[in-house]
């Protein structure tokens, strides 16, 4: 390697973290102190994996597979880390039909107003956001939501925690889980939505037990 190139290589290396720093100082300054929440989970999601997309380029220039300054661009812009929602699907509403008779015997029609599920059997389900996961994650030990929904790996599956319908009330039991349930999984594809309903204390996640699944159902918009 010439000494011009080096020269070059190392510029670039020192440009790439002055960038990274510049960053997050101008992101810094940006906020205001009663955002200090929003500002550590953008933070954390976005400012923290840019830098490391962008030492990860600098690292690829001796080997020239870095793509230079478009390699740079694409660093600082892109987080694989990222699920993004299908277009065409909208905000979960409305009243929804069973799919098939597994789902028409255990809870019925499902309607979906806000945070709340009304089912035809009369249980009502009050829910509060949880978390976003991935159709790649597992839902309970060895199974993931897209092997039981045949769905994409990177689905976005809507967590939602069972609370109680009014304060200093215990959340009020769901048939199918033999008691008071705990999270609610929803996949939504454009008509259709896709549901498992989890027992209370439960995490879905590699680790729960297949018992900590109420049920899996179907449905179908009306």
């Known amino acids: 390697m010439s000494a011009a190139a080096a020269s070059r290589q190392t510029g670039l290396k020192r440009l790439a973290a002055g960038l990274a720093f510049l960053c997050l100082v101008l992101f810094l300054l940006a906020i205001e102190n009663k955002q200090a929440v929003e500002a550590w989970r953008a933070l954390r999601d976005e ?5 490391g997309r962008v ?5 690829r220039l001796p080997s020239g597979t870095a793509d230079g300054l478009s390699g740079l661009k694409t660093a600082v812009t892109t987080n694989r880390r990222i699920v993004t929602a299908d277009p065409r699907d909208l905000v979960l509403t409305g009243e929804f039909g069973p799919a098939d008779e597994a789902t028409r015997v255990a809870t019925g029609a499902v ?12 249980a009502f389900l009050h829910t509060q956001p949880l978390r976003i996961a991935a159709g790649r994650e597992a839902f309970i030990a060895g199974q993931t939501f897209a092997e039981r929904w045949d769905a994409p790996v990177d689905a976005q599956i809507e967590l939602r925690r069972v609370a109680p319908e009014a304060r200093n009330r215990p959340v009020a039991a769901f048939a199918p889980c033999g008691g008071a349930p705990g999270v609610v999984a929803l996949l939504h594809r454009q008509d259709r939505v896709d549901m498992m309903v989890f027992r209370a204390r439960t995490i879905p996640g590699p680790d729960a037990p297949p018992s900590a699944l109420c049920g899996v159902w179907s449905y179908r918009q009306r």
């Not at 400012?47 to 830098?51: H, K, M, N």
């Not at 030492?55 to 690292?59: C, K, L």
């Open 47 to 51: 400012a923290v994996p840019a830098a």
């Open 55 to 59: 030492a990860d380029w600098a690292g």
């Open 111 to 122: 309607a979906f107003a806000g945070a709340d599920l009304r089912f035809d059997t009369g």
